[in-house]
């Protein structure tokens, strides 16, 4: 028997046990934008790649970081900027869903505190 590969991603709508599985974090945030936008729900992560915590190590995560630090440490791992999926992922393991985290993004590149370099990639000012 051979093993099963694990994904990098998987979320969940907490509301109506639908979940997706996969290895690209944007892949998620977009199953959350369909899935908002038919039914109202919100969707969390369910796992998160572990070079993502690694580079958010658990002793930064014991601390409250804003949007922005969590932006500012994973510039250094993606080179077009960073996936917003990837910074959703990061900010699930302080509390927030996807849906919060993508206002907090809206809010703060509105204000100019980050930018997007291409489509649902961020970098901060």
């Not at 709508?13 to 959350?32: R, S």
């Not at 014991?62 to 900027?81: F, M």
Request: glycine share 8%.
């Amino acid at each position: 028997m051979s093993a099963q590969r694990q994904v990098a991603y998987a979320a969940s709508c907490p509301d109506c046990d639908v979940d997706l599985h996969g290895d690209d974090p944007n892949e998620i945030v977009e199953f959350y934008r369909r899935h908002s936008s038919v039914t109202g729900h919100d969707v969390e992560f369910t796992r998160i790649q572990p070079d993502l915590t690694d580079a958010v190590t658990e002793d930064d995560l014991k601390e409250v970081y804003t949007l922005e630090d969590v932006v500012a440490k994973l510039e250094a791992e993606y080179e077009d900027g960073v996936p917003i999926g990837a910074v959703a992922a990061a900010m699930s393991e302080q509390g927030l869903s996807i849906g919060e985290t993508l206002e907090k993004i809206h809010e703060i590149r509105m204000g100019g505190g980050l930018y997007e370099p291409q489509d649902d990639h961020l970098r901060a000012f």
